[in-house]
């Protein structure tokens, strides 16, 4: 019988390339196993969201129902007002937290690379004050008051946090930027597929 073949180096150690192959693919599962944790974690979070809404509706309706005709009509007036002040809270978290507290986005970054200070403590914590007054679960009726008042509490403590705060100026720059440089490739692209429409038009009548 013949002597067993013996193994290789190679074939005992995996090669740079299959060692940076296995870490990527290692690197991608732990990536994607976290995107599957915080998607979980956010649909829990949405169920007692719509949880606390529609306790919150249900106690509105039973205040609604125990109202005289007139104190009932001042109430819907008061909650239409309410509704209002939520809808812009909430509307304003796409865009970034100077938008949920009502403030204008910094206008540095457009151009500042490293943040800057457009935008003081002091107008923060007034626009907070403010705006508080008016969403607080405590004074505001509609069902999603708890909802915008996280929104601000989290937008507050952020920009009031100066190094999180010169950390999201600089997310927000790049971000605008990303924006703008989009739209310049849109915009090239369409004055592309214009002038190639045109050309063959152009053709098409020419013979």
């Known amino acids: 019988s013949s002597p067993p073949k013996s193994s290789s180096p190679s074939d005992a150690h995996p090669s740079l390339s299959q060692r940076s192959a296995m870490e990527d693919e290692l690197e991608r599962a732990r990536r994607a196993a976290e995107a599957q944790r915080a998607r979980k974690e956010e649909e829990e979070k949405e169920l007692m969201r719509a949880e606390r809404r529609r306790k919150r509706e249900a106690s509105w309706q039973a205040e609604l129902k125990a109202m005289k005709k007139e104190e009932r009509k001042a ?14 809270v909430l ?41 508080a007054k008016k ?16 929104a601000l509490q989290e937008a507050y403590e952020l920009l ?21 440089e989009d739209r310049v490739n849109a915009a090239q692209d369409l004055a592309e597929n214009v002038w190639a429409t045109s050309s063959r038009v152009t053709g098409i009548i020419s013979t």
């Open 75 to 88: 109430a819907q007036s008061r909650r239409k007002q309410d509704k209002k002040h939520i809808d812009k």
């Open 135 to 150: 969403i607080h679960p405590d004074k505001n009726k509609d069902s999603r008051a708890e909802d915008a008042f996280d």
């Open 160 to 180: 009031c946090d100066s190094g999180k705060k010169r950390d999201y100026d600089k997310e927000l720059a790049a971000r605008k930027q990303m924006d703008r």
């Open 91 to 131: 509307s304003a978290q796409a865009r970034s937290h100077y938008a949920v507290l009502g403030l204008s986005p910094p206008f540095w970054a457009f151009w500042k690379k490293e943040g800057g200070e457009g935008v003081s403590t002091k107008r923060i914590k007034q626009a907070y004050r403010n705006l």
